[in-house]
């Protein structure tokens, strides 16, 4: 089993910064790949980046290009979210998910937290 535990979310103005921190316990020797997803109120929960926890390759969904950066650290098994340039849609519920070895879905899950753009 993995257990998640995200931090780092909070209220900022649009145009500011945050960074989102997810610290994973357990059997983390299994972890493939990390991501962070987000849900805003009333949507369906959407992709926002994912990076293998090997290689380091990264993805991002087209809406964050440019202003996230995700990045890991290995020895501390912690994978961070930056967020600059933030703008009200933003505005969501972040979860950070592992996907396990040998599968092609992300089955571990935290609990969430809140990041609130204001405008």
């Known amino acids: 089993q993995l257990q998640l535990v995200e931090s780092g979310g909070g209220l900022v103005q649009a145009g500011g910064s945050l960074r989102l921190s997810c610290a994973a316990s357990?059997?983390?020797?299994?972890?493939?790949?990390m991501g962070w997803f987000r849900q805003a109120p009333g949507k369906e929960r959407e992709f926002v980046a994912s990076i293998a926890w090997g290689s380091g390759n990264t993805d991002y969904a087209d809406s964050v290009k440019g202003r996230f950066t995700i990045s890991r650290d290995n020895a501390k098994n912690t994978v961070y979210l930056q967020m600059t340039s933030l703008k009200p849609e933003d505005t969501a519920v972040y979860y950070c998910?592992?996907?396990?070895?040998?599968?092609?879905?992300?089955?571990?899950w935290g609990q969430g937290t809140q990041v609130t753009v204001s405008s």
């Open positions: 998910a592992a996907r396990p070895v040998l599968t092609y879905e992300y089955a571990y």
């Open positions: 357990g059997r983390t020797f299994t972890i493939y790949a």
